[in-house]
């Protein structure tokens, strides 16, 4: 569940191990290139950490994080 906190959606993830949290964040990759729409993230070992605003509307959440979002949660 994103959570919407400082400017920023953020969710957590969790996977199994680095390998599928690894292959997760390559699927994100892709798309957020796509959209020209780089998360902030973060990743040890299994967790994947995620922090999205739109940096040209002055770091606010925008409907452009929102629809990442949703694009990234269609991947689990």
Do not use: C
């Amino acid at each position: 569940m994103w959570t919407e906190k400082n400017n920023q959606l953020y969710r957590k993830f969790e996977f199994k191990d680095f390998s599928e949290a690894f292959a997760f964040m390559t699927r994100v990759a892709l798309i957020a290139e796509k959209m020209n729409h780089h998360p902030l993230w973060t990743n040890v070992y299994n967790k994947v950490e995620i922090w999205l605003s739109t940096h040209d509307a002055g770091n606010i959440v925008t409907e452009k994080d929102r629809k990442l979002a949703d694009k990234i949660d269609a991947l689990l």
